[in-house]
């Protein structure tokens, strides 16, 4: 069974700098590399001739829609691949029929995956609402007011900026009551804790996994609860969309592969089952509580007044205000070899993701690094 230690010995990256950007892209362990690496050489070569690239590539895809759908508690007919979260995003929102005047409700805390899809249905016709927050918490007040007429409510699951969960399941209830749809943005939980997706409630949920889950880029994945599929539409149809692409007149798949277009690379898919695999070898328990363990040390040594976080952590990220945080950012990569990222908001925010593979020596440097030159 593979340990902390052993994922982190296994990241070529530990062995020049001290890696806590993981809330932007996990770097991917070797195994999983190589995973990719075989699954290119397995489709390209082997397959070639038996059965031939096609029919490998169909029966992957389902393999590997069964991986994710059991690590995410739900059916395997409810999860699409995708190529990242924002493609799931933008997959969910060509999927409505849409009509001027329709409101979509945000937070004021969403990455521009959960921002830019709405703007282009603004010139559209659509109206755009934004819920105000503080300090990563939702004006629940707001929120019910912006969702009452609602066609569709997008928000994030665990806040990208804060580092703080927003209470799902009890704002998925609030916009159902309201006959809006609900579409998550959960990229920063999967390979962080357990998830059982479907005990949100919610009717899509889109991730990825270069991140907490340390597969490579590529590799997205969406979940549409079953009793919904049907209602959505893809905008963009190809011939993995549909149960027979010849047919005069089209059929949509009954699932979640409806979603899905074309010719995709396999080798993304491999590295997630294969991080998948990793991950659950460890225990999603052990790394829950490896990296609440770091995220407590860092808070414990930051200057109360200088945490963006709560006091108490929610996550793996935690941000915290620096003076000037571009040329702070700078500084802990050139003369202490730690890696973190500057966000475009709260002001003057820097952001450490502590991950399975962080150890508190790479705490400790940071909390160094930032006294010399943020603080």
């Not at 052990?286 to 006091?311: C, K, M, Q, W």
């Amino acid at each position: 069974m593979p340990t902390p230690a052993d994922i982190r010995d296994s990241v070529p990256v530990f062995e020049d700098v001290r890696y806590l950007n993981t809330g932007a892209s996990g770097p991917s362990p070797r195994w999983i590399v190589e995973a990719a690496q075989r699954e290119i050489e397995a489709h390209e070569w082997g397959a070639a001739s038996d059965p031939g690239p096609y029919p490998h590539a169909f029966g992957f895809y389902e393999d590997v829609r069964a991986d994710i759908a059991d690590f995410l508690g739900a059916d395997a007919g409810e999860i699409a691949l995708t190529q990242s979260t924002a493609d799931g995003i933008t997959r969910i929102a060509g999927g409505i029929e849409w009509e001027s005047g329709d409101t979509i409700v945000r937070t004021d805390l969403e990455h521009p995956a959960g921002v830019l899809p709405w703007k282009r249905l603004e010139r559209q016709g659509c109206a755009v609402r934004v819920v105000p927050t503080t300090d990563g918490r939702l004006d629940r007040e707001a929120y019910r007011d912006a969702v009452a007429d609602a066609k569709l409510v997008c928000l994030s699951a665990l806040t990208w900026n804060y580092g703080t969960y927003l209470p799902v399941s009890e704002l998925v209830a609030e916009a159902h009551d309201a006959g809006a749809y609900v579409l998550v943005d959960a990229v920063q939980v999967p390979g962080q804790t357990p998830l059982d997706v479907t005990e949100w409630g919610a009717d899509a949920v889109a991730m990825a996994s270069h991140k907490w889950l340390l597969g490579v880029w590529g590799a997205g994945f969406l979940y549409v609860d079953g009793d919904v599929i049907d209602e959505f539409h893809p905008g963009r149809i190809g011939y993995r969309s549909v149960p027979d692409p010849e047919a005069d007149e089209y059929d949509l798949k009954p699932g979640a592969a409806r979603f899905e277009v074309g010719t995709t690379n396999l080798a993304p898919y491999a590295a997630l089952s294969a991080s998948i695999d990793l991950l659950e070898d460890v225990g999603l328990d052990t790394v829950d509580a490896h990296i609440n363990d770091l995220a407590e040390r860092f808070v414990d040594g930051a200057p109360a007044d200088r945490l963006y976080s709560p006091a108490t952590p929610e996550s793996g990220l935690v941000t915290v205000r620096v003076d000037d945080a571009e040329s702070t950012v700078e500084r802990l990569r050139e003369e202490y070899g730690v890696v973190v990222r500057s966000l475009p908001d709260p002001a003057g925010a820097v952001r450490a993701s502590l991950h399975v593979y962080n150890t508190a020596e790479d705490v400790d440097r940071l909390l160094t690094g930032l006294r010399e030159t943020g603080w």
